[in-house]
């Protein structure tokens, strides 16, 4: 879905801040000497601040038009390369890393596979990182999916993937394990969590652009779609001063490979 809009995912989407990859630094003892291997790197938003770490990156990304994208973006750094492949058909040519990274992309992976894979990749006393962006609200605060909840409602009624962000408390309190529903067994010792509030401001037109470069708006049949966002655009330039935030929590969640 992304691959059809690598220029669009590129710019809109949220980043991740700095103080996530001091952070990732510090825990892992990551190093100019490190290898990382990044997992789903996209159009390489995470793995531009990997490379700037002057480690060692490996990058795959299945899309080959967001992977050919990450190369532009990645042209000036001599440490990184690029390969397109899944996580689950990648071929490792016998590679093993000190640090995964897999930056609003391990969810993608499947679960079966990827752990294992993970751990068979990762040299002894290695580690898995996970990075990503939880859309949140705040409590009185305006938060555009409640102003539009009607227009979700007339243009795509009935969809499971309508309704309000969780408050931002709430996903703070979920900071035990990997935040998913399947999860790596005993293949990686207790995880360590760090939180980061952030926040994107958008115009109208921008914030449809946002909601048009997501997955739960790219599986929308494109006449369903687009009235949808135009719709959404016009309300926050007519009703909300043409200005609309995007809350969010960025999360880093580590694990050190276990031994068994």
Known sequence: MFNEVPELYDRVRPRYPDEMFSDLVTVTGMSEW??????????????????????????????????????????TFGNVEVETSTFEDWDDRGRRFDVLVAASAWHWVD???????????LRPGGWMALLGNVVVRR??????????????????????DWGHPPLEDDVRTTDGGWGLADGPG?????????WYPTVQWFNGNGFAD???????YRKLDR?????????????????????????YLSFLRIGQRAER
Request: with cysteine; aromatic share 4%.
């Open 34 to 75: 490190s290898s990382v291997l990044e997992v789903g790197c996209g159009t390489a938003q995470a793995t531009r601040s990997l490379a700037a770490l002057r480690c060692s990156v490996t990058a795959i990304e299945p899309g080959a038009e967001m992977a050919a994208l990450a190369r532009q973006r990645l042209a």
């Open 111 to 121: 679960p079966s596979i990827g752990w294992q894979r993970a751990h068979d990749v």
């Open 139 to 160: 409590p009185g605060e305006a938060e555009v999916y409640a102003e539009t909840a009607d227009l979700h409602e007339r243009f795509s009624p009935g969809s499971p």
């Open 186 to 194: 005993g293949l990686f010792g207790p995880t360590i969590v760090r």
């Open 210 to 216: 946002l909601l048009r470069s997501t997955s739960v």
């Open 223 to 247: 006449d369903i779609r687009e009235p949808l966002l135009d719709a959404i655009a016009e309300h926050i330039r007519t009703r909300m001063g043409d200005r609309a935030s995007r809350r």
